[in-house]
């Protein structure tokens, strides 16, 4: 399986792929929690699941994918969301993400994964703040 065969698998599956991952995020790093005080998990997990979307696509569609990244590293800088965070995020993500795909996940995909996941909060982190 590929990052592509995985974003597609995650995408088409009829509950939403990412269900336990704030949960597993809030147990394991509670400093997370403060974050996300208020906000709706589920709707959180969703769009969390579409932003998955452009790290996919972001080699295809680089100028809209580094766009959307951008504008999310100014949201998340905004929230006070330090970029020494995003490496928990990303391992417990990908935890999540090979949770989901049972056997069919192995090393090569968790490196997609964790490469991708990287280059994104990289973006994000670089992004303008205003």
Do not use: C
């Not at 994918?65 to 100014?74: D, F, I, M, P």
């Amino acid at each position: 399986m590929e990052l592509d065969e995985s974003v597609e698998a995650i995408l088409s599956d009829d509950s939403i792929a990412l269900d336990g991952f704030y949960d597993r995020l809030f147990k394991r790093y509670p400093e997370f929690k403060y974050f996300f005080a208020g906000a709706n998990v589920k709707r959180q997990t969703a769009m969390l699941t579409m932003a998955l979307l452009a790290v996919k696509q972001y080699p295809a569609l680089r100028r809209s994918s580094q766009a959307y990244l951008e504008v999310l590293g100014t949201k998340h800088h905004g929230l006070g969301i330090a970029s020494e965070m995003f490496p928990k995020f990303i391992e417990v993500l990908v935890e999540t993400i090979a949770e989901f795909h049972g056997s069919d996940w192995n090393a090569a995909l968790d490196k997609q994964w964790t490469d991708a996941l990287n280059d994104a909060a990289a973006i994000m982190h670089q992004s303008p703040h205003d």
